[in-house]
């Protein structure tokens, strides 16, 4: 029978000591894996219009936050959004003609996949729209109408193509990520932007706003492009240039 000295014991449980210790530094300290969202597709074989129906969606499963809710030609039924969501991201396909509303004291949350829509209509209603993380607003077609509330975008907002109706509500950007602002003929209502130290607003071509532009925060800037301003233009304590 094989024996081991106190040394060779000693050196043992040191070795396992280690392989716990960086075991546990990667499980508690290292981020995991990123997970890709799941698209869920609107295939309106519930009873009415509700988001939150789930025989609506297929796999009659809701989206949730870590989930795209994705609109084609599946279903053209239109949609309410009838009581709070926040999902990964909203994708309007081409091929989708139904509308899309948020009722009124509905809030949305979307995340890093943005909000992106090429066909249908989306009738936005008086509460947030939050979209976080590094999401995009990207509209290529379709007619938008944002929320009279507040729109938040802390990337980019991008409009190609289709209408996109301001809805007198405030659209804001910030307060990170460098971002692109490039909405064609679209004119916006209120304007907020809010960067922080560090981040900037690069808009391409004119940036209409109809309403009043609002920079602050301790450092909001805006690199290039032009913007027109029917309103009033404030500022708080912040570095600005145009």
């Known amino acids: 029978m094989k024996t081991m000295d106190n040394a060779t014991h000693s050196n043992t449980i040191g070795v396992i000591r280690a392989v716990i210790f960086v075991a546990v530094f990667f499980a508690v300290f290292m981020p995991s894996a990123p997970v890709n969202a799941a698209v869920i597709y609107w295939d309106g074989g519930g009873v009415g219009n509700n988001w939150s129906t789930v025989a609506?969606?297929?796999?009659?499963?809701?989206?949730?936050?870590?989930?795209?809710?994705?609109?084609?030609?599946?279903?053209?039924?239109?949609?309410?959004?009838?009581?709070?969501?926040?999902?990964?991201?909203?994708?309007?396909?081409?091929?989708?003609t139904g509308t899309i509303t948020q009722a009124t004291g509905v809030t949305m949350t979307i995340g890093s996949s943005g909000y992106t829509q090429a066909d249908g209509k989306f009738m936005g209603g008086d509460s947030t729209i939050d979209i976080n993380g590094i999401g995009d607003f990207?509209?290529?077609?379709?007619?938008?109408?944002?929320?009279?509330?507040?729109?938040?975008?802390?990337?980019?907002?991008?409009?190609?193509?289709?209408?996109?109706?301001?809805?007198?509500?405030?659209?804001?950007?910030?307060?990170?990520?460098?971002?692109?602002?490039?909405?064609?003929?679209?004119?916006?209502?209120?304007?907020?932007?809010?960067?922080?130290?560090?981040?900037?607003?690069?808009?391409?071509?004119?940036?209409?706003?109809?309403?009043?532009?609002?920079?602050?925060?301790?450092?909001?800037?805006?690199?290039?492009?032009?913007?027109?301003?029917?309103?009033?233009i404030g500022r708080a304590s912040c570095r600005e240039r145009v």
């Open 56 to 96: 609506n969606w297929n796999g009659d499963v809701a989206p949730g936050s870590s989930d795209i809710a994705s609109f084609d030609a599946t279903s053209t039924k239109s949609a309410t959004i009838d009581a709070n969501i926040n999902v990964a991201g909203i994708d309007i396909i081409s091929g989708y």
């Open 138 to 232: 990207t509209q290529t077609g379709g007619e938008a109408t944002s929320t009279s509330g507040t729109l938040y975008i802390p990337d980019d907002m991008i409009i190609s193509g289709g209408t996109f109706d301001a809805n007198s509500g405030t659209v804001l950007f910030g307060p990170s990520n460098w971002a692109t602002v490039s909405v064609g003929t679209a004119v916006l209502y209120n304007v907020t932007v809010s960067k922080t130290s560090g981040w900037a607003l690069t808009i391409t071509g004119t940036m209409d706003v109809n309403g009043d532009l609002t920079i602050n925060g301790g450092y909001s800037s805006i690199n290039s492009g032009t913007i027109a301003v029917a309103g009033k």
